[in-house]
């Protein structure tokens, strides 16, 4: 498989099912923190190992991470990555609690957190599987608090063994006007077999 | 201005899935080390040094033709030793330290490949044992990630996790 050989149509109907995915995710996330939540259209990023590392600051940069193995027609792995600082501000977003944080090892946030990305990642992929008509179930939240590299090279696995790079299709939802900033980022990274079955969804040829 | 002692040394980086050598005064490098396996393999008397990063235990795994074989434990491994004699080093007297293969995430249930760390770490450790290059000390497996850096002159390994700062071994 050589995913450097994807067609700008093939990238704009991956960008357009992160689009429809992160949409839904962002709505979600603003009922969860009673704000506005904004989106960037999504971008399809074909990466190699290490460009995957930088896109989230370098692979020694430390991030709470929260993983979903979607089990279903078209596996794969999602993350939603925030900052310890994001994290920290969605925590007493929600709880209202400016006592709760990451950084001591509180039960109590780690499970805010989980729901938290159940909620917004659940919402993420029932849109997709709406759009696509395609069944995608996310596992159980696994939650991690570590260095980028050390985290995202989970999701590279299955595709590692077949390709030199992963497709991401990355989007990025942030509070619009408020000091208190809350991103997230949402990286999908589709298993190699579920590629075809996303393309045939959506009625666009696959050939490579 | 620095001095040329200082500028002389660099730090040689290694990425994901990628090997490289050097030799002192320079150490060498690699970040983020979650389950794949750092394996550093040296001549202390000749003062060289090789460094791999690799992310899947055995090429076996491989479905692609042309495959890039610093991925693979059982492929990485004798391309360092034979960079590291083409640098200097001797064959018969190369020592090993190894660390990495943790699992970052605490998987209830999953395929073989959730407990790729572990399964990393046996594929190194059983291809340093065919090439008779012993193990002279190792951190490995765990649930944190690791960045690790070699000091070819002291022949001291620093592993910096994010929770526990600084060792060496």
């Known amino acids: ?208 | 201005m620095m001095s040329k002692l200082v500028s002389s040394s660099t730090v040689v980086k290694v990425g994901i899935a990628d090997l490289n050598v050097t030799k002192a005064p320079n150490k060498i490098r690699t970040s983020g080390l979650g389950s794949c396996v750092g394996a550093v393999i040296y001549d202390e008397r000749k003062q060289v040094a090789g460094l791999a990063h690799v992310l899947l235990p055995d090429s076996k795994l491989a479905r692609q033709d042309n495959f890039n074989r610093y991925k693979y434990a059982d492929t990485a491994i004798p391309i360092l030793v034979d960079q590291l004699v083409d640098l200097g080093a001797r064959r018969n007297l190369l020592k090993a330290k190894v660390a990495g293969g943790a699992q970052m995430f605490q998987f209830s249930s999953g395929t073989d490949l959730m407990r790729i760390g572990p399964r990393n770490v046996e594929a190194v450790l059983k291809k340093l044992k065919q090439l008779s290059i012993p193990v002279l000390a190792s951190d490995v497996g765990g649930h944190a990630g690791r960045t690790i850096e070699f000091d070819i002159q002291t022949s001291q390994l620093k592993i910096r996790t994010v929770n526990k700062g600084e060792a060496f071994i």
């Open chain 1, 1 to 208: 498989m050589d995913l450097t050989k994807l067609t700008q149509m093939q990238k704009d109907v991956l960008r357009e099912i992160g689009n429809i995915g992160a949409g839904n995710a962002a709505t979600s996330m603003s009922k969860l923190v009673n704000r506005k939540i904004e989106m960037d259209v999504p971008a399809v990023n074909i990466v190699s190992y290490d460009e995957m590392m930088e896109l989230i600051g370098g692979p020694e940069a430390v991030v709470v991470a929260l993983l979903f193995r979607i089990k279903g027609d078209a596996p794969g792995t999602v993350y939603f990555i925030l900052s310890l600082e994001e994290a920290d501000a969605l925590i007493k977003e929600i709880t209202n609690n400016a006592a709760l944080s990451v950084h001591g090892d509180d039960e109590l946030a780690a499970s805010v957190l989980q729901e938290a990305g159940n909620i917004v990642t659940g919402a993420y992929l029932s849109a997709l599987a709406d759009f696509t008509n395609i069944t995608m179930q996310p596992s159980v939240p696994y939650l991690s608090i570590d260095m980028a590299g050390a985290i995202l090279t989970v999701g590279l696995l299955e595709i590692s063994q077949v390709a030199d790079y992963a497709l991401i299709i990355d989007a990025k939802m942030n509070t619009a006007y408020q000091a208190n900033q809350i991103k997230g980022n949402f990286l999908f990274i589709p298993d190699p077999d579920s590629f075809s079955k996303l393309f045939a969804a959506l009625g666009v040829t696959y050939d490579v």
